[in-house]
């Protein structure tokens, strides 16, 4: 069995380029990656990017009287 490692920049960048070719339905943004060690960083991008987002839609569609997703 021969290997072919695929560094994290690769996949990255891999990610990125089908994410904008094969955009996931429904999403907010186009597929992006953030590499980070720092744990207080990853739980702030977490919370920005992740949990404010849907909280708001969450907030507008109870407003709208629509069902939170």
Not at 29 to 35: A, D, L, M, N
Not at 45 to 55: E, F, G, Q, W
């Amino acid at each position: 069995m021969q290997e072919n490692p695929v560094t994290w920049n690769e996949f990255a960048d891999i990610s990125v380029i089908h994410g904008k070719h094969y955009p996931i339905e429904n999403s907010l943004w186009y597929t992006f990656v953030i590499f980070t060690t720092n744990t207080l960083v990853y739980r702030l991008l977490k919370i920005l990017l992740h949990i404010l987002p849907a909280l708001v839609f969450d907030v507008v569609a109870v407003i709208l009287g629509n069902k939170p997703r």
